[in-house]
């Protein structure tokens, strides 16, 4: 089947960037080094071994590259985010490294977002921090005062991860000299906080974030506007202890040093992996797209290349997998080359897919009465729960195994900040949806689950919109199931796995894993499986790339951390 | 009425003095002070500091947060909340104040004003609700922020007492520092305390926000014979700190604000150790205090008088070996003193009357840029306190 | 009569007896100050029913710490175990109990794969609760970087954690913070089984097996160091407080009952006095209080003296009960499906599998109580005679979830709750209904007014990761100094928390001690 080419609408001066086509002969070709999986991930190693001089191949099973990271054009004139779709955890470092802006990126920060509740108002997250505030006193005059300092504690955090974000976490069980010095710079940065910010640190990733925001506040729905960000891409509930960090995974963004801000890519997320591309094709890197890897060889314990389905082999004394843990070491890797443990580790790994998404192309601007027209918070996210009781019941029926049947929406129209993604006065509208189990009670989705499944969210989206339905000219419905087959994200999970303190840092993706490299010599892991987690971060396949060029011995090309003092 | 949820429409507010201070204003210069717009300078900011000092000049202080504490528990509550012993704040009287978090560092400072029998107000230049609202645990008190409902305006300068004489205002011959006084304006209750941030004679009107524009026209009628203007927040910044008082988020970190916690101050490393008193109940961050008073602060906070003329603005200070040993905080060619002076932050260890201490100055002429190291001398006394300031009754000019 | 100014323990829970026994044996004058009108607190027995005894909240040990038990000699001072090393069979309508005791199984239908990964499950875990159990005796670290000596406790810990080797060392740090259920999903395919260890999990807790660290609950309720395994006290749990009574008496100390203590009188920062609801005042400048941390910090001490942070900390301590009790009084042994007659006296479980306790606590978190709900059920009176008539049996059972903010309040759930109660009695004791003879209900609320836990939580406050070790109770105050100085917890609010442990009695014992005078 023809896909259309994901690109730029606006500008229309994009043409095909994928040099290799399905190749039909039986090749080989010898590479310095082969990234597996062309998401932002999987670009960006490539980026910073070309970078190096390496002689790099990209290899992307779909006929369109950027994995997670796309914009497609689904239904014509619109283009769609339709995996990821907005962009704040971007590596400023990489960015800049990369000379994203240079090769077409521009992220644009959209104006805040809003909550609805059930009685006709909104709680509107203004960008202006006084009006934001004395919109939270409407609800509570304590918490809006409490909001500021609910401010300082998760920037606090946040800027504890950061630092650890474009490093390779240490093995807390080896003596190796750079383990005990990275051992130390994670206590030295500890130790920055000050004694009552380390145990609140200590708590904070113990906690649930039901628990946690009401240490700060007072009014139910002041807590809902936070606890969101608690459990995006993730298996668990609000009442759930973990998902305070979870908070913070969406937290520690930013755009133009605007801590925890979102923006937007114009054009689409795909812009982003387009500008890595382009970043990679300028330093002599190769992607070819339709061109599903098979089997990563290994002879003797080392790697010697990849096979693709259709046969065709490269060879490469280098490959890295942006695949997700289980798909690189259940898939591409023969289980009978692997530990019996390594094998176990890799089955019970945490990949639990936990939400939706659905894509909708519109005639015209739907309304939204408690806003009304013309209002700023139109162009930001919308969500529909009003009280942590519903959150905790929308986890509740995924549980059980089905979808919530009062979901969790983060609903945005990125047309209303971006003209390139749909024609004048049409919109785009991306509705985030959790949760939404990777399997309906044990069984596969039907198409009776995702007409239903769409219907649970048309719904409640019109019960704030009544307009809404009858503007909609096209729907794509993206449950778990089609994030797996389309993307390849095992179960649908979003993050390449659970971000539970289980499966963080040292212990991303397993125990003894952790720092990109995997059971084979030249085996690399580089995606979202990866310190230090999903989002379109690049980071993880950042520090895979400088693994890779320390163990080449060669110089390294991937920036460390902006210090922020 | 536009609904309450369309507040977002009118991002920065006016303050009650709106319609005045905007008809004064012919520079047309404003400053955010966070909900609201003020004055930055009306005509002319050294013409506006000379009223100051010279006659008096108004400044609108309506933005700045006031919470009323009310209640039984009042007083033990306040007691527990700042440093010193409000006890000796007697009704009708003002004071001073710190309040700090558990580690002993300042979260803010301001001033608690007794206004009756169990029944304070308390003025910050941070918003303060939560922190006192969680400090209320165990305590029978109401704390409300009131900032909405009083207009505000400082009265400052020599003349400013004959102003108030000439509106009628007899009660401030009796009025000494750090008193407050009601009074009637049309039928409605006005508040006179003698207080201030210029260090200079000067009083604090406190009003229903109705009757602002009232006040307003009352002062500069009455003050036509005296000099009266209007003067904007460059100005007050120069008394500020002529007068050496400090200023949250200029000259330390707000305890409570702080993402870097080892940023923040001790009462007893922003000279004020004459707040903190360990003989009354306990307070927050009494046992920290205690701690820091054995092991001895890390910073102090200096005056300094700076060699030469430039303004030593976000100088590095060095000692005698080169050594960079702290910052200045604020910075000033003070017309009273004329002389270059600063507030600095300087290790404990340097600092004392006795050591020399060096400024790295950089300033341009005529985009030239050009760098000079200045002797300063630390000074233990305000840089200007006129006499005038704690005289009672007041002098006429 | 104690003559020079005595050294006060409020409470004679168990804690404060082994503190006072600790400190009466270093020659102090302990006066202990009881509430109630019998020594024990929580730890206690009473007749619920003419002739019929039962353990009042906890009724089987399995942390009492070994070197109280030894430093006290509560042998000498009357604890016998009616039964040690009980046995954990966990019921199941439709198929044979599981039993088990420790790593071993020994009865029930597993799959061979379920079987093999038993032992090495339970050994594994084992290991990782003794890491836990080495700090019981220890009192938590500060972690300052200027006052590295107070972080000590914290390196000793790293050692201990990376004395376990490396691949223990990193499943351990991998599976603390983790989901019981995860774990358990990971090695074993029976719900039944997966189910009995849940429980354990959750048990006294407001978790729930999917929850994270319900891992580190299961492994502190394995961090006993004891050998005598799970054990029924002999006369029921007050047995273990009397002895405890008779070693701090012993040592020299006094214990007043009825004497509640209402504040606590400050002058100076320091501890001045107790005052007690008959208006007596005591002086004393040594007060240790095994109350929970919020009755002691906010209602005895008054936040007023605490700063405001702490303050804040200790009134957010999350101290929610989701347990009750139920004391049912038979007329003869019940029979339970499944379950071989020589194993009714153990310890029996009602969780047929995880997602049974899954559905169960989300009833809890919605303030409601579980319609079906985990039981842990003990007949002390197969080994004890001492319980009840001849011939006559106590069924001492732990309900859960029963959350003391039950939404519409207890006063009308009870009629219900009890029935409900029955009924799942009913079904895997067919025929119990008929021996009833008597019952009582003790919901979170009966604990929290008769004992005084704040929340009618059994472990003084939730045992979860951030509120143990330097965090128990709250940051700031884990060392069970308090900031008042002369003022101490030594109770289940303190590390190492709740259980008939000692172990905070203990610690805050030697804390006193060795404070300079």
């Keep these: 089947m023809y896909e259309r080419e994901a690109r730029c609408a606006f500008s229309r001066r994009q043409t095909s960037l994928a040099t290799g086509q399905a190749v039909g002969s039986r090749v080989t070709t010898r590479y310095d080094a082969i990234v597996v999986g062309a998401g932002h991930n999987g670009l960006t190693s490539a980026a910073f071994l070309a970078k190096a001089g390496l002689k790099v191949l990209v290899l992307e099973k779909n006929p369109y590259f950027g994995g997670a990271t796309v914009s497609r054009e689904l239904h ?18 990489i960015y800049r490294s990369l000379d994203l802006g240079r090769h077409g990126l521009q992220v644009v920060p959209y104006g805040g977002g809003v909550g609805f509740t059930r009685d006709g108002d909104v709680l509107g997250g203004y960008v202006d921090k006084e009006v934001k505030r004395r919109e939270i006193a409407r609800y509570s005059s304590k918490d809006s005062d409490a909001y500021l300092r609910y401010g300082r504690d998760v920037m606090r955090q946040c800027r504890l991860v950061r630092s650890l974000l474009m490093r390779t976490p240490p093995d807390p069980t080896s003596l190796k000299p ?37 240490e700060y506040f007072e009014n139910d729905m002041v807590k809902a506007n936070f606890a969101g960000s608690g459990i995006i891409g993730t298996a668990l509930g609000v009442y759930s202890p973990g998902t305070a960090y979870v908070l913070l995974h969406h937290y520690m963004g930013d755009v133009d040093g605007q801590m925890g801000a979102w923006g937007f890519a114009r054009g689409g997320m795909g812009a982003v992996s387009q500008a890595i591309a382009r970043s990679l094709q300028s330093m002599g890197g190769e992607i070819r797209v339709n061109s599903p890897v098979a089997q990563i060889v290994t002879r003797g314990g080392k790697v010697t290349g990849v096979a693709l389905d259709n046969g065709d082999e490269f060879e490469a004394p280098v490959v890295l997998s942006a695949l997700d843990p289980k798909r690189t070491f259940l898939g591409l890797l023969s289980e009978q080359s692997l530990d019996a443990s390594l094998v176990k580790r890799a089955r019970n790994f945490k990949i639990r897919g936990s939400s939706g998404k659905i894509n909708i192309a519109l005639d015209g601007l739907p309304s939204f009465p408690a806003l009304g027209p013309n209002h700023p918070l139109l162009a930001g996210d919308m969500h529909f729960l009003d009280s942590l009781e519903r959150f905790e019941k929308a986890y509740d029926d995924f549980k059980r195994g089905t979808w919530s049947k009062d979901p969790y929406l983060d609903l945005l129209m990125p047309t209303m900040t971006d003209p390139t993604m749909a024609p004048p006065g049409k919109h785009f509208m991306s509705v985030f949806v959790q949760y939404v189990p990777a399997l309906i009670e044990g069984r596969a989705w039907t198409a009776d689950d995702r007409e239903a499944f769409k219907k649970t969210v048309f719904a409640q989206i019109s019960r704030y919109s009544p307009d809404f339905e009858k503007l909609v000219l096209h729907a794509e419905v993206r449950t778990p199931q089609e994030l797996e087959s389309e993307v390849g994200l095992t179960e649908g999970n979003i993050f390449q796995g659970e971000l539970t303190f289980d499966q963080l840092l040292f212990n991303r993706p397993f125990p003894g894993f952790a720092q990109y490299r995997g059971p084979a010599k030249g085996l690399y892991l580089c995606g979202s499986g990866s310190h230090p987690g999903g989002g379109v971060m690049a980071a993880p396949g950042a520090n895979a790339a400088r693994e890779v060029l320390l163990d080449l011995r060669r110089p390294t090309t991937v920036p460390g951390s902006w210090s922020d003092d | 009425m536009r609904s309450p949820r369309a507040h977002y429409l009118q991002v920065v507010k006016h303050t009650p003095f709106h319609t005045r201070t905007h008809a004064a204003n012919q520079l047309n210069l404003w400053h955010r002070w966070r909900d609201y717009t003020v004055s930055d300078a009306y005509f002319d900011v050294a013409l506006e500091y000379t009223a100051l000092r010279n006659a008096c000049a108004v400044f609108d202080i309506s933005p700045m947060t006031k919470h009323r504490i009310s209640g039984p528990d009042a007083l033990p509550f306040l007691n527990r909340l700042v440093t010193r012993d409000v006890s000796k704040i007697s009704e009708g009287r003002v004071g001073y104040c710190v309040w700090c978090d558990d580690r002993g560092q300042v979260i803010d400072d301001g001033t608690i004003f007794h206004l009756g029998q169990n029944d304070y107000r308390l003025c910050s230049q941070e918003r303060q609700l939560d922190w006192l609202v969680r400090s209320a645990l165990g305590f029978d008190v109401q704390i409300r922020e009131e900032t909405a409902e009083i207009a505000a305006i400082a009265l400052q300068g020599p003349t400013s007492a004959a102003v108030l004489r000439a509106m009628g205002i007899s009660c401030i011959e009796s009025l000494t520092p750090f008193s407050i006084s009601v009074v009637d304006l049309a039928g409605a209750p006005l508040m006179i305390s003698r207080t201030g941030f210029t260090g200079d004679l000067g009083y604090e009107l406190w009003v229903a926000p109705t009757h602002a524009e009232q006040l307003w026209d009352a002062l500069f009628e009455a003050g036509a014979l005296y000099g009266i203007k209007p003067m904007g927040t460059h100005a007050l910044e120069m008394a500020r700190i002529e007068a050496g008082f400090i200023q949250a988020g200029v000259d330390f970190l707000p305890a409570d604000r702080a993402i870097r916690t080892d940023r923040t101050r001790s009462p007893f490393e922003l000279d004020l150790t004459w707040l903190v008193d360990f003989n009354k109940d306990h307070f927050t961050g009494r046992a920290a205090l205690l701690f820091e008073r054995t092991r001895g602060p890390r910073y102090r906070l200096v005056r300094l008088d700076v060699e030469g003329n430039k303004p030593a603005k976000d100088a590095y200070i060095y000692d005698d070996k080169r050594r960079v040993v702290g910052a200045v905080t604020s910075s000033l060619w003070s017309p009273m003193c004329k002389a270059s002076i600063a507030l600095a932050s ?35 006394e305000a840089f200007y306190t006129p006499a005038r300031r704690k005289l009672t009754p007041p002098p006429n000019i | 009569m104690i003559k020079q100014k005595p050294t006060v323990v409020i409470g004679a829970g168990h804690n404060g007896l082994v503190a006072a026994a600790y400190l009466a044996r270093a020659g102090q004058a302990v006066l202990v100050l009881e509430a109630g009108a019998h020594v024990g607190g929580a730890a206690a027995t009473h007749e619920f029913f003419k002739g019929f005894r039962v353990s009042s909240v906890s009724h089987l040990t399995s942390l009492l710490d070994p070197v109280v038990h030894n430093d006290l000699s509560l042998a000498r001072h009357g604890l016998v175990f009616a039964k040690t090393h009980v046995k954990s069979v966990a019921l199941a309508v439709d198929q044979e109990a599981l039993v088990f005791e420790g790593a071993q199984l020994l009865a029930g239908t597993l799959s061979e794969l379920d079987r093999a990964a038993f032992a090495p499950f339970v050994k594994r875990m084992q290991r990782f609760a003794s890491v836990l159990g080495r700090q019981h005796g220890r009192v938590p670290p500060r972690l300052q970087w200027d006052r590295l000596i107070d972080a000590w406790p914290a390196a000793r810990f790293g050692l201990d954690v990376r004395r376990l080797g490396r691949e223990d060392m990193r499943e351990f740090l991998r599976v603390i913070t983790m989901a019981i259920q995860d774990v358990l999903d990971e090695e074993f395919s029976s719900d039944h089984l997966k189910g009995a260890l849940a429980m354990d999990a959750v048990l006294g807790t407001k978790l729930g097996p999917r929850s994270g660290n319900t891992v580190f609950s299961y492994l502190h309720r394995h961090s006993g160091q004891g050998h005598l395994g799970v054990a029924l006290p002999q006369g029921g749990m007050g047995a273990v407080s009397q002895s405890l009574a008779a070693a701090a008496r012993d040592a020299g100390a006094e214990i007043r009952l009825n004497s509640k203590v209402t504040s606590l009188e400050v002058s100076a920062g320091a501890v001045a006095a107790v005052l007690l609801e008959s208006g007596e005042r005591v002086e004393a400048s040594t007060v240790l209080s095994s109350l929970d941390p919020k009755t002691t910090l906010l209602a005895l001490l008054g936040a007023r003296h605490l700063d405001t942070e702490l303050a804040q900390r200790v009134h957010h301590f999350r101290s929610i009960g989701t347990a009750a009790k139920v004391h049912i009084a038979l007329s003869g042994l019940p029979q339970f499906r499944g379950v071989q007659p020589e194993h009714v006296g153990e310890r029996l479980l009602i969780c047929p599998s995880a997602e049974y306790a899954d559905e169960a606590f989300n009833a809890a978190k919605y303030q409601r109580y579980s319609e079906q709900p985990l039981m842990e059920l003990s007949v002390p009176t197969v080994y004890d005679a001492t319980l009840a008539p001849p011939g006559q049996h106590v069924l001492s059972a732990i309900v859960q979830y029963a959350p003391y903010d039950l939404k519409g309040g207890w006063e009308q759930a009870r009629a219900p709750f009890e029935a409900l109660v029955m009924q799942v009695l009913e079904r895997y004791a067919p025929g119990i209904g008929k021996l009833v003879l008597a019952t009582e209900l003790l919901t979170p609320v009966d604990l929290e007014r008769q004992f005084g836990m704040t929340g009618g939580h059994w472990h003084h406050g939730e045992l979860s990761m951030d509120q143990a070790l330097m965090l128990r109770p709250v940051h700031g105050i884990a060392q069970y100094q308090m900031p008042v100085q002369g003022l101490f917890l030594c109770g289940a609010g303190a590390h190492p928390g709740g259980g008939v442990m000692g172990s905070a009695g203990r610690n805050a014992a030697a804390v006193v001690l060795k404070r300079p005078s």
């Excluded at chain 2, 006795?354 to 840029?369: R, V």
């Design chain 2, 346 to 380: 300087v290790e404990v260890t340097r600092g004392s009357p006795s050591d020399t201490l060096w400024a790295e100055i950089y300033y341009q002429k005529e985009l030239k840029w050009s760098r000079a190291n200045a002797r300063c001398r630390v000074v233990s």
């Design chain 1, 76 to 93: 014509a004139g619109w283009i769609y985010s339709n995996c990821s779709y907005v962009c704040g955890l971007l590596r400023p470092e």
């Design chain 1, 178 to 214: 750079r383990d005990l010095k990275e051992m130390l710079y994670i206590g030295g940065e500890f130790g920055k906080l000050g004694e009552a910010a380390i145990y609140d640190t200590l708590r904070f990733y113990t906690m649930s974030i039901a628990d946690y925001l009401s």
